[in-house]
Each structure stands twice: as structure tokens, then as C-alpha cells.
């Protein structure tokens, strides 16, 4: 005698958010919940149908935007992407881009928006790539060194902070620091044994890895289970039926796309018809935009970037070298930020600094963008390695039971434009 319960309470999303969702959801076809909509958890029932940005924003007032772009190409989509969660950060004193999230239903419409925040600054991550593993890098071992010099005994915040102080600043000795502050908050100050904060700090870089710190570009299937403060939505791609898919799951993923929002939510509108925005005409809980008036795109913005891992290097490279090869002191002479000269030699990449000395090589798995080449390089970090880590057969060829990997950040154009001249 078993009947069906349906779940329909939203605790996520505004009322404006759910109201243009179920709009676009409504006119899928066999659906389970069709005669049961979501609606807005019992809680919070009595709130404004905008939430906070119902007084806060005031142009959309906490409404659906939908923002036409009159320019049919990816960038000037992102650059509206961009710009509107930018209007949105100049009301917000507290805004934290690390809840925000531009969300497409093909990857290639997300690399415009990354080379738009990478020109202005805006921290930016794809959600394709692998994340630096920060327990492996220099200063993390550095500081793990240093605990581990002390001895067994009990080891205090105070002096992990001063011991972070002394160091050159950059942004791992900066999430460090985070970590220490996070380590302090944990054990209310009071001193630990040694032992237990190395295991700590293990465990805190692995969930780093996973950890959201800056705006998250994302497709909607990868998406899903996720939510973020502020969401856009792309356009592009959402006529497209996969194959083995029913007619309506492109409509379903972009009711998923639409609901990961909690408290502002955009659509991007590229010119021509869309297959689901438009059942938002005439409603309440949405706003349609004026076209916004775009700068026009610079050559810059068609450039792609690369933030590469441990799996995009060739982890042996300076393993191989005796002790006192120049390679090791030139790699210990970089910093994050320091630029590299890059050139392809047969299936691998190598990586020079500016004295012309090698100081790596890609994996030769890398692929870089097609039709592009690499213009600019530079150290986005330096990792460690050791022989017990690396591959058993390859382990008595090394000559160095540690060193050191450069990982770089490369910037990608396309063919046939002009190179960036040197100067004299």
C-alpha cells in the first residue's frame, strides 16, 4: 500500500529563481513531478520573491535577467557574463567570487569568459582541470621540513605563523597562511603535537584541491549536485540532442543550470531563437535586458590559458640529472609569477628560464589548444618529487633521491596573429 511522495521544496533558490525554472521545466514532456512544481521551502514562504537582491540590485531587483548579446560570438557572450556579475560585485561589500559560477553546456563556450577574467584580474577556475596538489609543492614541504626539524614536542600557531612571516611572500605561502588560521580555529590555539598537524595539513591540502577559490566555469552536467550565490547561463548548444538522448534532456539540463543559482540568476542570450527562454516571455519573476553596450573585443581575449597539474609534466625531468647539474639551481632559483621560455622539440615541450637553461618538459600526453600557439609561459608552481614516489622500474636510473618540478601557466593565440614583439 506504498504511495509516492513527491519532493518539491526548493531550500536553494529564490522564489524568482524557481518561478522561471518551472516555467522552462513545464514544457518538457513525460515528466514525473508535472503535476507537482517545485516550490519554495515552507521556511521561507514569507520572504520577498527576490530574496536580499530584491532591495539590493537596482536594476534587476532580484529578478531573472535574461541579457541579450547582440554580437553573435563567444566572446562578446562572455564579456557581457562578465561584466553583469561585475555590476553585481559593486553592490555587494561582502561579494566573494569563490560563490560564483558562469555555467555552459559545452566547454568551448567557457574559455572566452576565463581569458576575460584573466584580463581582468577576477580569480578564475575551470572546472576541467586539475587543481595544483599543494601538498606537494615547495612550500608546503618546506613547512613540513621545518615542523619536522623541531622534533616530536608540541608545536604552536604562533609559531607557524612566524615561521610563514619570514618566508618570501606569493600565493602558496598565502593559502598557508589560510590553512594556519583555519588549523588555529580548529584546535582553539592550543598547542598540538607535531606529528598531528603535519596530518592535518595533509588532509586540509587534499580538500583544498577540491575547494572552490575563485569563479567557477563549469558545464551543466558537471554541475549537477552543486550551488553557487550568483549564476549565469550561457547560450550555445542547447539545440543540440545528443546521441541516445530524448528530446527533452537538453531542456532538463538547463532546468539544472537554472536552479543551481541561490540568489541571482542570469541567462545569456545569443542573437536568434533559443529553444527555452522563450516560455519566460511575459513572466513575472523575469527580466529582459536591453542589449548591453560591449567595448569591442580586443585581440587579447581570443587567447586561451592553461593552468597545468603534476599529470601535464614530466615529473623526472630534473630527476635524472646528476646533483650539481645547473638545472637544479636554476629551478630553485624560480618563483611563482617568473616567466619561462617555451619551445615544442619533437613530442615534448621544454621549458627554459630566461638564461636559456632547461628546466622541464611536458608530458608528452599534452595537448596544446589546436590551431594555436603558446606566446606566453610562466611558473605557476614549483612542486616536489622524490624516487619513492616515481615508477619502480624507472627508480635506479635517477640520480637524485628528491627534487624539483616546475609547473607553468601557458597563454595560448591564435594562429596567424601577430606574435608579441620582445623588447630590446
Known amino acids: 500500500n506504498a504511495k509516492p511522495a513527491f519532493l ?25 513531478k508535472a503535476e507537482y512544481p517545485i516550490q519554495i521551502n515552507r521556511d521561507r514562504a514569507r520572504a520577498r520573491a527576490g530574496g536580499e537582491w530584491a532591495e539590493q540590485d537596482p536594476v534587476a531587483g532580484g529578478k531573472v535577467q535574461v541579457l541579450p548579446v547582440t554580437d553573435d560570438s563567444a566572446i562578446a557572450q562572455a564579456q557581457a557574463a562578465v561584466a ?31 581569458t576575460v577574467c584573466e584580463r581582468d584580474g577576477i580569480p578564475v577556475q575551470m572546472a576541467n582541470e586539475d587543481n595544483v596538489s599543494l601538498w606537494h609543492l615547495r612550500e608546503t614541504q618546506a613547512l613540513v621540513s621545518w615542523v619536522r626539524q623541531r622534533g616530536p614536542g608540541m608545536l604552536r600557531s604562533t609559531d607557524l605563523e612566524d615561521w610563514l612571516d619570514r618566508q618570501p611572500s606569493g600565493p602558496w605561502i598565502e593559502m598557508l597562511h589560510q590553512a594556519v588560521e583555519e588549523h588555529s580555529l580548529e584546535t582553539a590555539t592550543a598547542d598540538v603535537p607535531a606529528a598531528s598537524f603535519i596530518e592535518w595539513l595533509a588532509e586540509w591540502a587534499r580538500d583544498a584541491r577540491r575547494r572552490q577559490n575563485g569563479l567557477q566555469l563549469l558545464s551543466a552536467h558537471r554541475a549537477k549536485g552543486l550551488e553557487f550565490d550568483h549564476v549565469v547561463v550561457l547560450d550555445g548548444g542547447w539545440d543540440r540532442v545528443s546521441r541516445g538522448e530524448d528530446p527533452d534532456a537538453p531542456r532538463r539540463l538547463y532546468y539544472v543550470a ?15 531563437p533559443h529553444p527555452f527562454q522563450d516560455a519566460l516571455r511575459g513572466n513575472p519573476s523575469v527580466l529582459w535586458r536591453d542589449p548591453v553596450s560591449l567595448p569591442l573585443p580586443t585581440p587579447d581575449l581570443a587567447r586561451r590559458y592553461r593552468r597545468l597539474a603534476l599529470r601535464d609534466v614530466y615529473l623526472s625531468f630534473a630527476g635524472y640529472k646528476p646533483p650539481k647539474d ?11 609569477g617568473d616567466q619561462l621560455r617555451v619551445r615544442r622539440q619533437s613530442d615534448r615541450w621544454e ?3 630566461y638564461e636559456g637553461v632547461m628546466v622541464g618538459t611536458l608530458a608528452s600526453k599534452f595537448k596544446a589548444p589546436t590551431d594555436m600557439r603558446c606566446i606566453k609561459a610562466t611558473v605557476l608552481a614549483i612542486a616536489t618529487w622524490s624516487r619513492d ?19 607553468p601557466e601557458l597563454a595560448f593565440e591564435p594562429l596567424g596573429s601577430e606574435p608579441p614583439r620582445r623588447r630590446a
Do not use: F
Open 351 to 353: 621549458l627554459r628560464n
Open 84 to 114: 553583469e556579475l561585475q555590476r553585481l560585485s559593486s553592490l555587494d561589500p561582502d561579494w566573494d567570487w569563490s560563490k560564483c559560477a558562469v555555467i555552459a553546456r559545452e566547454w568551448s563556450y567557457l574559455d572566452p569568459v576565463r
Open 258 to 272: 537554472m536552479t543551481r543559482a541561490r540568489q541571482t540568476l542570469a541567462l545569456a542570450r545569443l542573437p536568434g
Open 389 to 407: 614516489r616515481s615508477d619502480p622500474q624507472y627508480q635506479q636510473h635517477l640520480k637524485n633521491d628528491t627534487w624539483e618540478v616546475v609547473i
Open 326 to 336: 645547473p638545472t637544479h639551481r636554476a629551478i630553485a632559483k624560480l618563483t611563482p
Open 8 to 32: 518539491i521544496d526548493n531550500y536553494r533558490s529564490t522564489g524568482h529563481i524557481i518561478a522561471a525554472a518551472n516555467a522552462v521545466i513545464d514544457l518538457a514532456g513525460d515528466r514525473m
